[in-house]
């Protein structure tokens, strides 16, 4: 086959890949958890509502919490049991928030909820197909978290002329993507199909960086027997960071730039994440929801850093201590990649459809930050920006609070991931920066919005008020001419009686003095 | 502004600004070996002296300023700024002279304008501009390199002679000095010697510039490429003022061999390359944007060679970077680069 020509991004690092830890034992399913814990908000978009009360028995894979609203997606329950708990419980969120979850005790018997009936999908209308994948819950498993079915929806007009599947997993430590292709690579070329079938598009592109041959091997050979492998093509990518990033990852293999404004889906292209697709592949052919994910434990604090296929909603606290966590305090705990994930408050949060892996962090995995200096506009950062930004320039203006000048250098480009912080000789926390900088806009405008309603509110009661004002005015206005017409018609009355009288006393008058009246006349003449 | 203490990314390279300091003075050393082979060992007393002037004057100002002395002190820009000053001037300079142009870097060029980070103008040449303009006479005797080959003088007198100005044996300073290429070039010049005349007759010429300054020049160009590769500065800089530079001169000495020199005499001979490579990159003072580095570099380029050819002085080379430094932030305003998923503007 001919090497497809790739391209390159901007920018980007080179990191030490620390992934062949956690790949040297084979994917098991971990242990059921005691408790399951199930926040109604694990995606993009709005809050699940829990259609479950305290005390309900579910069953695995039984709908829990529906979605509501456009973005947004359901929750199953991803064992049978009982609901103890719908309450507030620390989640794995960059704030350290509690948020509201379900929480299940399991009854260990993981009895299943009816199966749906089975459909050959190829039948299917995609927007019946669209449906099936939106009430499996299924979003984006790569870690944004957006629902799928959504990117299932083009819209008529749109042709689809690639369909990009993601399995680059360029961030250090996480090997789950790894791992699925590895050992689960016909669920991934099923749920391929089901997507180039429901987007009719031209073509599919696997794509994966080149320190994965062992999944490269096991693509290759489950795309071969695919009966639509002519369509199918896996391409090794360069290792570089961020090139899973979508955007990135696009221009490596079209060369072509997402415009800022825009999606994927405006250049003919969807991309997916590898999970998702297999997940998507369950859910259609086998009736499954998405209560389940691979998920990466490793770091220095565990003893056995591996890959376990994990039902949502377990503690991460369980996983550690099957995977041998120390005795020594790691220093922390990550959830995701060194370079994009959150640092996880408590051990008791749980894992959630988007959390693709655990570190527990030592100081040797990930020493802590070194003191900072002054900027010396080394531009390293610019170099590094894979958004082509300036970091330096938007730290400046961040720093100043200026708030409008960093958006005129498009801080709203930066997809925060990090390089620009990671090179900095001065190590400046310039992404810190930047996510300061972009909910201070942000709380600002919601601020705006928000007097700009109390304006129109405020606006809206003076208007009412002078409306009422000029409506009283108006009537009392009526009134007053109605009066003034009234007291206008006694008047005339009036003048009617003087006239007459006058009129009886000129006769009487005349009658009287005859003569002289006579001689007027006739002295007028 | 709080900072949560720990948010994403939690990997760091493991660059610092010592690190980035230290590689330069590094890329220097094969130039200062050249410099004592062929001007002896009074770049190294220049050294010393320029070291340790700017270390004392760095600690007694981040005291003054209240700021953490260690991390500040060791974070190698004074140093960096003492190495470059005390290279470009002449060796066997009266040792005041080091240490007030170090002195004036420092304090007045650095940390007036806010310390590491915020200085507007390059330390190191604001310190040579204020020495060149106050002390024309002990800035422009440079030792000949023919000259010193007949009395070599070893360490101790080197810093005898730099420390009272007394050499050994009844010797003159005046009698072991000289003025640099450029130097006799612009007085050749004004003497109506055309310049192949004076390239051709004057010892002081080698084969593509002055003798012993190809040879610096040649190290120096060296360690600059060891920098590019060691991606501590790009290439924009340095190409865009040697570029314009040589492209300048070519197109004059095209049109006058005889009054303007060459383009080779004009890389290789003044403080071209070391100024290209080491001074302009100055990232603090330098424009950070890469198209905004190539217009940056070539408006140095062309006031050097303005300045060496109809200015007052023989190489401009000091100037040229400070007026620049001016126009970097300017540049950087309206030399955005495009960002990613924008149209070009
Ligand atoms: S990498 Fe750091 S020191 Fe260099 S320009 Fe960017 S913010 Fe400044
Ligand atoms: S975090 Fe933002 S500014 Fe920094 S390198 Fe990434 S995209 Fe560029």
């Known amino acids: ?525 | 502004m709080t900072i949560a203490p720990s948010s994403s990314p939690f990997a760091h390279g493991t660059s610092s600004v010592t690190k980035v300091m230290l590689r330069v003075i590094y890329a220097l050393l094969p130039a200062i070996a050249a410099c004592v082979w062929f001007f002896g060992w009074g770049v190294i007393v220049n050294i010393l002296i320029a070291v340790t002037t700017a270390l004392l004057c760095e600690a007694l100002i981040l005291k003054l300023r209240q700021r953490p002395i260690m991390p500040y002190l060791l974070d190698g820009s004074a140093l960096l700024t003492a190495v470059l000053l005390a290279v470009a001037l002449p060796p066997l300079s009266p040792w005041w002279l080091t240490v007030l142009g170090v002195g004036f870097a420092i304090i007045i060029a650095k940390h007036l304008y806010g310390g590491l980070g915020y200085n507007p103008f390059n330390p190191a040449m604001v310190g040579y501009v204020v020495l060149l303009i106050s002390f024309p006479r002990e800035m422009s005797s440079w030792l000949s390199p023919q000259i010193l080959s007949d009395y070599s003088l070893n360490f101790a007198a080197t810093i005898t002679a730099t420390l009272n100005g007394q050499l050994p044996n009844e010797l003159q300073l005046d009698a072991l000095t000289m003025a640099t290429p450029l130097d006799t070039l612009k007085s050749q010049l004004r003497l109506d010697h055309s310049i192949s005349e004076t390239v051709s007759s004057h010892p002081i010429f080698g084969l593509l510039g002055g003798k012993g300054w190809e040879w610096i020049n040649g190290a120096l160009l060296l360690g600059g490429l060891w920098l590019i590769y060691k991606r501590v500065i790009t290439w924009h800089i340095p190409a865009a003022v040697i570029g314009t530079v040589a492209a300048i001169a070519a197109l004059f000495y095209l049109y006058d061999a005889e009054t303007y020199a060459s383009p080779l005499i004009h890389t290789f001979s003044g403080a071209t390359i070391m100024g290209a490579f080491f001074i302009a990159t100055d990232p603090v003072t330098a424009s950070a944007t890469l198209r905004g580095r190539l217009l940056y570099g070539a408006g140095i380029g062309l006031l050097t060679y303005i300045i060496r050819t109809w200015g007052g002085y023989p190489d401009g080379f000091a100037f040229a970077v400070l007026l620049m430094n001016m126009v970097a932030p300017t540049i950087d305003h309206y030399y955005q680069p495009r960002v990613f998923g924008h149209k070009r503007k």
């Open chain 1, 1 to 525: 086959m001919k090497r497809r020509r790739l391209w390159k991004f901007h920018g980007g690092v080179h990191l030490p890949q620390q992934k062949t830890i956690s790949t040297t034992m084979p994917v098991h399913a971990a242990q059921l958890p005691k408790r399951l814990v199930l926040p109604l908000h694990q995606h993009i978009g709005a809050s699940a509502k829990a259609v479950v009360e305290v005390g309900d028995n579910v069953l695995k894979g039984e709908l829990i919490a529906h979605a509501s609203g456009y973005v947004s997606a359901p929750i199953h329950a991803p064992s049978s049991g009982t609901v103890v708990a719908i309450a507030d419980h620390p989640i794995p969120h960059p704030s350290g928030l509690h948020a509201p979850c379900i929480v299940i005790e399991t009854d260990g018997e993981e009895r299943w909820v009816e199966a749906r009936p089975y459909d050959d999908y190829l039948h299917m209308d995609p927007s019946h197909l669209r449906n099936l994948v939106r009430e499996a819950g299924i979003v984006g498993l790569g870690g944004a978290g957006f629902p799928s079915y959504i990117k299932l929806n083009p819209g008529a007009d749109k042709v689809i002329d690639t369909l990009i599947l993601n399995g680059a997993e360029c961030e250090p430590f996480i090997t789950c993507d790894d791992m699925l292709m590895r050992e689960q690579p016909e669920q991934i070329v099923e749920g391929l199909h089901i997507l180039q079938h429901a987007l009719r598009a031209k073509r599919c592109i696997i794509a994966l960086e080149d320190n994965k041959p062992e999944a490269y091997t096991a693509l290759s050979a489950a795309v071969a027997k695919s009966e639509r492998c002519n369509i199918i093509e896996i391409v090794q990518i360069p290792t570089i960071f961020p090139a899973g990033g979508e955007k990135q990852l696009i221009k490596v293999l079209t060369g072509k730039e997402v415009p800022h404004d825009g999606l994927p889906l405006h250049i003919g292209l969807v991309i997916q994440n590898v999970a998702t697709c297999a997940a998507i592949h369950r859910a259609i052919n086998l009736g499954q929801p998405l209560i389940s994910r691979y998920v990466t434990i490793t770091g220095g604090g565990v003893s056995q850093p591996r890959n376990l296929e994990v039902l949502i909603g377990t503690p991460i606290q369980e996983l550690l201590e099957q995977c041998g966590a120390l005795d020594i305090e790691p220093q922390r705990l990550i959830m995701g990649g060194p370079m994009m994930g959150i640092a996880v408050h408590t051990s008791s949060a749980p894992i959630i459809k988007t959390s693709n892996c655990v570190i527990a962090a030592t100081d040797d995995d990930l020493p802590s930050p070194q003191p900072v200096m002054p900027c010396i506009r080394c531009g390293a950062c610019a170099d590094a920006c894979p958004a082509l930004l300036l970091p330096q320039q938007l730290y400046w203006y961040a720093r100043a609070k200026n708030l409008e000048r960093i958006q005129e250098i498009n801080l709203f480009d930066c997809i925060e991931c990090g390089c620009c912080s990671h090179v900095c000789p001065s190590h400046i926390p310039l992404v810190q920066y930047f996510r300061f900088a972009k909910t201070e806009i942000w709380s600002q405008e919601r601020e705006k919005e928000r007097a700009d309603l109390a304006r129109q509110r405020h606006d809206s009661r003076l208007e009412r008020i002078e409306r009422e004002k000029a409506e009283r005015a108006a009537r009392l206005q009526k009134k007053k001419q109605a009066l003034k017409e009234r007291s206008a018609g006694d008047s005339s009355k009036k003048a009617a009686i003087a006239a007459a009288v006058k009129r009886a006393q000129e006769k009487k008058a005349r009658q009287q003095t005859k003569e002289p009246s006579a001689n007027e006349e006739d002295s007028s003449q």
